[in-house]
């Protein structure tokens, strides 16, 4: 099947000597919330935060919430530390404390992109980034439907959505109760990633690559040609580090009730609860992807709202 969809290049992220690339993008994602607004941090405090299992959240004092996955890994690493130490009190603590690099605590990178998407989330609603919903079904239709698709990390609610009308699904994952969760898919190990990644047409990257800190690694193994998305709940950062690195869609979530959420997480839930009772989807499209598609398929007037 001929691709007919645009593609954007990579180009490669520029970063500190000091920072690794993970930390580097959440920076820039930092710089361009402060070029939107500079003093979008001034007095703004940590009021609620909760380490569940499956994600972190935070509810900060405007009343804006944020979530980030928690990798196995690190949670294992973290429970180590954290019997070692004594504990950090980071509730009531300025939001810079958490969403600027430097924190000395062994969720250190998961809490600031939690906070990060708390803070981006004012900026995603109504945003340039949003299609009037006929256009951006036309769009997403143009990524999805009828390609071959490889996803890295098992991202349940999105796979119900897009299995059957894709050619193919792939799902690059390590979690043993995955074929058992999703059976409709076909699992791919990582050690598979190259060949996946070849394989698809269009590529989508779990918000759990942000939170793993690999989704420079997984950017850096997609071939020229693909069309690159990233989905979830942790990707509710503002989209210019995304979009700079070639990605022409970010699909997340801005959570509308931040109590309930962080509720939810305390008891152990995930991104399904999140998605059924507390957070409003958006698609945010990278305004160069849009101008290089094909006409027949290109919004007619550009975004919702003027830049």
């Not at 954290?82 to 958490?98: A, M, R, T």
């Not at 945003?127 to 036309?138: A, K, Y």
């Amino acid at each position: 099947m001929q691709n007919t969809t645009a593609h954007l290049s990579k180009p490669p992220l520029p970063s500190s000597p000091e920072e690794v690339p993970a930390t580097a993008l959440l920076t820039r994602a930092l710089g361009a919330l402060k070029q939107l607004d500079r003093r979008v941090m001034d007095g703004v405090r940590i009021e609620r935060l909760v380490v569940g299992l499956h994600y972190v959240g935070v509810k900060l004092s405007t009343g804006r919430g944020g979530v980030a996955f928690l990798p196995p890994d690190m949670v294992v690493q973290g429970t180590c530390r954290q019997l070692k130490e004594s504990p950090v009190q980071l509730k009531g603590l300025p939001v810079h404390c958490l969403a600027e690099p430097g924190l000395d605590h062994s969720l250190a990178h998961v809490l600031r992109l939690a906070c990060l998407n708390a803070l981006s989330a004012p900026f995603l609603e109504d945003s340039h980034w949003l299609l009037e919903p006929v256009q951006e079904e036309q769009v997403l239709n143009r990524i999805f439907r009828r390609k071959r698709v490889c996803m890295i990390g098992a991202m349940t609610p999105l796979i119900q959505r897009i299995h059957t009308s894709v050619e193919e699904l792939l799902v690059i994952d390590r979690k043993e109760d995955t074929p058992l969760e999703l059976p409709e898919i076909r699992l791919v190990s990582p050690g598979l990633s190259d060949w996946a990644l070849n394989r698809c047409q269009t590529a989508i990257l779990t918000g759990a690559t942000l939170s793993a800190g690999s989704l420079e690694e997984y950017l850096g193994l997609v071939p020229e040609g693909r069309t690159l998305t990233l989905m979830g709940p942790s990707a509710g950062l503002v989209p210019q580090p995304f979009f700079e690195r070639g990605v022409a869609l970010v699909g997340t979530g801005i959570i509308t009730d931040p109590d309930h959420a962080l509720d939810i997480l305390a008891e152990g839930g995930g991104s399904v609860a999140l998605s059924r009772s507390c957070t409003r989807w958006v698609h945010l499209f990278n305004p160069r992807f849009l101008e290089q598609l094909p006409k027949s398929s290109a919004p007619a007037k550009g975004n919702r709202h003027a830049s």
